[in-house]
C-alpha cells in the first residue's frame, strides 16, 4: 500500500525492517518486493543527504534503478553514499543503485560496447555456483580491472564475462547489475531481497538492536 504523506510503501501491519529507499528512478514493483520481503519502505529523492537518510533510522538502504551515465549521476551521489557506508548500515544496490554503490567502494564504471537488454540473460552467483536467468536493461558496467581490494566480484555475465554483482568484504553492502524484481519474470533473482533482509537481520542482532 501506498501511503502518499509518508511516501512510503508498506503491505505488512508489523513490518520487520525499515529500508530508505533513494529513488534514482525506481519502479513500482522493486518497492513491492521489499514489502513482500517484510520491510517497510520510505522512499527519498535522489539528491537526500546521507544526515536526512539517517533521521529515518534505517535498518538498510536501498539504490534503485535509473538511467544515465552513473558517473554523472555521482557527482551529487557518492558522497553521500560513501558517508552511509562507514556507518556500517546494511546496503543493496540494483543496476544504476549497483554501480554507484561500486563507484562509492573505489570501483569504476565505462560505457559497453554493447549493452545488456532484455530478459534472458545467464549470470552466474560466484559463491553458490548457481546460474540464474535474469533480466537487464543497462549500457554501462564496472570495470573488474581495477577493483579495490575491499571489493569482490559476486556475480558475472555467462554472456561475456561482465561483472553483474560485487560486495563489500568490510562493511554489509552488495550490489547486482540486473533487476531481481522483474515482472513477469524471469524470478530466478527474487533471493536478492531475501539476501538483504538476511543481512539486516545480522546486523540488528550484532549491533544488540532489537
Not at 34 to 56: F, M, N, Q, R, Y
Not at 78 to 89: P, Q, S, T, V
Not at 128 to 139: A, L, P, R
Request: aromatic share 8%; proline share 6%.
Amino acid at each position: 500500500t501506498w501511503n502518499v504523506e509518508a511516501n512510503s510503501y508498506n503491505n505488512n501491519t508489523k513490518p520487520n525492517f525499515k529500508v530508505v529507499a533513494i529513488d534514482y528512478g525506481a519502479k513500482l514493483n522493486i518497492l513491492r518486493s521489499l514489502a513482500e520481503a517484510g520491510c517497510e519502505v520510505v522512499v527519498v529523492p535522489a539528491k537526500t543527504s546521507a544526515a536526512d537518510i539517517l533521521k529515518h533510522k534505517p535498518d538498510g538502504v536501498f539504490l534503485s534503478n535509473g538511467p544515465g551515465d552513473p558517473a554523472a549521476t555521482g557527482e551529487y551521489a557518492l558522497a553521500e553514499l560513501k558517508a552511509l557506508i562507514k556507518e556500517n548500515i546494511p546496503m543493496f544496490g540494483i543496476c544504476l543503485g549497483h554501480q554507484l554503490l561500486s563507484l562509492a567502494l573505489g570501483c569504476v564504471t565505462k560505457k559497453m560496447a554493447q549493452g545488456h537488454r532484455g530478459s534472458n540473460h545467464p549470470v552466474q552467483d560466484l559463491k553458490t555456483k548457481k546460474v540464474e536467468i535474469t533480466s537487464q536493461n543497462h549500457g554501462f558496467v564496472v570495470c573488474d580491472a581495477v577493483l579495490p581490494d575491499d571489493v569482490e566480484v559476486s556475480h558475472r555475465s555467462l554472456f561475456d564475462g561482465t561483472v553483474e554483482g560485487v560486495r563489500s568484504k568490510t562493511y554489509p553492502v552488495f550490489t547486482v547489475q540486473y533487476h531481481p524484481e522483474a515482472s513477469p519474470g524471469p524470478k530466478d533473482s527474487a533471493y536478492l531481497f531475501g539476501r538483504f533482509v538476511e543481512l539486516m537481520k545480522k546486523h540488528k542482532k550484532e549491533s544488540g538492536v532489537q
